[in-house]
Nanobody, 124 residues
Framework: QVQLVESGGGLVQAGDSLKLSCAVSGRTFNPNFMGWFRQAPGKEREFVVVISWIGGVIHYADSVKGRFTVSRDDGRGTLILQMDSLKPEDTAVYYC?????????????????WGQGTQVTVSS
């Protein structure tokens, strides 16, 4: 059983930074891609960023490019999302996810494993 557990959300002001972590545990885990998605109230789950497990290829949504940075701490089995210059429109529940597919990594439906989510609220 693979488990993904997010942490690090909170309430911040516009322009502030937050760092989210996704701890991975369970059986031997070698997904093709791991990503972050977010979901604001009344909206569909939205792709934020994805990183390939091998090779470290990274792709960001245009809305976060230049402000968010994804990385992996392989020693701790953790996926990290550094969020800088936060805006009120970044307010959402942020989810960590993993997929064994090698295509369609911006589509939430293609992900096999999900964390429970962590709330990020950015006030203006």
């Amino acid at each position: 059983q693979v488990q993904l557990v997010e942490s690090g959300g909170g309430l911040v002001q516009a322009g502030d930074s937050l760092k989210l972590s996704c701890a991975v545990s369970g059986r031997t885990f070698n997904p093709n891609f791991m990503g972050w998605f977010r979901q604001a109230p009344g909206k569909e789950r939205e792709f934020v960023v994805v990183i390939s497990w091998i090779g470290g290829v990274i792709h960001y949504a245009d809305s976060v490019k230049g402000r968010f940075t994804v990385s992996r701490d392989d020693g701790r089995g953790t996926l990290i999302l550094q969020m800088d210059s936060l805006k009120p429109e970044d307010t959402a529940v942020y989810y960590c996810a993993a997929t064994n597919y090698d295509f369609g990594f911006t589509w939430a439906a293609n992900y096999h494993y999900w964390g429970q989510g962590t709330q990020v609220t950015v006030s203006s």
